[in-house]
């Protein structure tokens, strides 16, 4: 179980905060080629994964006063720890990403949640 | 063996190109942490991939009279087409960008020379 000190630490990352930028746009290429049935590559908008990392509750874990930019880079920041601490695979993070939600913003929050529950325990 | 005309067709593929962006970002960037021991991420500027590119010998497989651009997503759409069509996988290519050269822009020329070679036969 890991401390509230720590965690905050590895939310504010700023060079675990750019891998998981890169590790996130290829896991929802991934994703968008599959919905699409052909290639399609992007950089997945900072307003989505802030507003799903809110959702999930990782705001309140970061330092009080920071912007929607700061958010997304947590959610970025906490992808790649799980996914550098092997407690989430790359095929694990696109199948939550691809799940058959109506809203597919739902699928980044379902997303963070499932991270910070790595992270956690 | 694939027909020249089948070859241009696959490295002026915008989508191809936008899901090679993400994908040669991410391997760079776990080849970064690994070198630096510590999380990075990046992005790739087009002059890198367009200079190895042409090393390889990349453009005379493209339309004539294009730009730096085009030639650094046809090297995009490349990877994109081999990694897709399982003929390399992510750690081959991380593997790849991360040989001991001097000169670490050659280890761009090297990934264009085994996509293509992939890619031919």
């Given at each position: 179980m890991k401390e509230h000190k720590q965690i905050a630490n590895i939310l504010v990352d700023r060079g675990l905060a750019q891998f998981g930028d890169a590790l996130l746009n290829f896991a929802f290429s991934i994703v968008l080629t599959k919905i699409h049935g052909s290639p399609r590559g992007t950089k997945i908008p900072d307003k989505v994964l802030a507003d799903a990392a809110v959702k999930a509750g990782l705001r309140k874990l970061l330092?009080?006063?920071?912007g929607r930019g700061d958010v997304a880079n947590g959610f970025e920041a906490l992808m790649a720890h799980v996914w550098l601490e092997k407690r989430l695979t790359l095929d694990e993070i696109v199948d939550c990403l691809n799940?058959?939600?109506?809203?597919?913003s739902q699928n980044f929050v379902q997303l963070a949640e499932l991270a910070l529950d790595k992270l956690r325990n």
């Open positions: 330092p009080t006063r920071v799940s058959e939600n109506i809203d597919a």
